[in-house]
């Protein structure tokens, strides 16, 4: 079922995403290289706070010297990129995919990425004891203490990221919708991203169902991965 939408302030989420996609608006040319589903990867990386950190700023960090960034901050980019290679290949993901790729192409994975982790946020209470809000809110205070070793473009978007709590407007269809029409904006149009809360809403109850199983198998992969990294 179709959750209930709360109240959500349009004006803020449609700004933020468009500060957030202006200002790396680099990234948008394929999608490849764009990512959205931080929240995923904050629940995955579990309470351990440098794991977290470097789960998140993960996509904007290029190449495999991760030297510069403490031990587990590195870790933390590794078991990022396992899990996107994980969630790329799985079955359940690809008929996420191809339900809404005869429209979407190539965009339907970064679709299904935000589609995911609405559900998550939407499902919150399911996974985590902390509410969303404070979750997120308690994040970026964690970002905040590691400032130094943020990439720019995550300095570039943290005060507006902070200000509107972006990542918590996932939860309602709302907000997502918002997002996927300022995305297709960024992208002048190619990915067709405005359209996409209208396949979320027709095939809620399927792609729910298919998010759920797939995301139980996710957060098995992810602890039995972080259990085999070192502590020290």
Request: hydrophobic share 40%; glycine share 4%.
């Amino acid at each position: 079922m179709v959750p209930r939408i709360p109240d959500i302030d349009f004006i803020s989420v449609m700004f933020v995403v468009h500060y957030i996609c202006d200002k790396c608006s680099f990234l948008l040319d394929q999608p490849q290289n764009l990512a959205m589903n931080y929240l995923a990867h904050l629940l995955l990386s579990g309470n351990d706070t440098e794991l977290r950190i470097g789960n998140f700023i993960a996509d904007s960090v290029r190449g495999k010297n991760f030297s510069r960034f403490p031990d587990r901050v590195a870790q933390g980019i590794t078991v990022h990129r396992h899990i996107d290679s994980f969630t790329d290949t799985h079955p359940i993901v690809r008929e996420s995919k191809d339900l809404i790729r005869p429209v979407y192409g190539l965009w339907s994975s970064v679709i299904v990425d935000l589609y995911y982790d609405h559900f998550l946020a939407a499902n919150w209470s399911d996974y985590h004891s902390t509410d969303l809000e404070i979750y997120t809110l308690d994040f970026y205070k964690d970002l905040k203490e590691y400032w130094n070793i943020l990439p720019p473009r995550i300095q570039r978007f943290y005060p507006i990221m902070v200000e509107h709590n972006w990542i918590y407007s996932y939860r309602t269809i709302e907000g997502m919708s918002l997002i996927l029409y300022q995305m297709n904006k960024r992208t002048k149009g190619k990915s067709n991203m405005q359209t996409a809360g209208t396949e979320l809403r027709e095939n809620y109850e399927l792609l729910e169902l298919q998010f759920c199983a797939f995301f139980e198998e996710l957060q098995v992969y992810s602890k039995d991965l972080i259990k085999k990294m070192p502590l020290d």
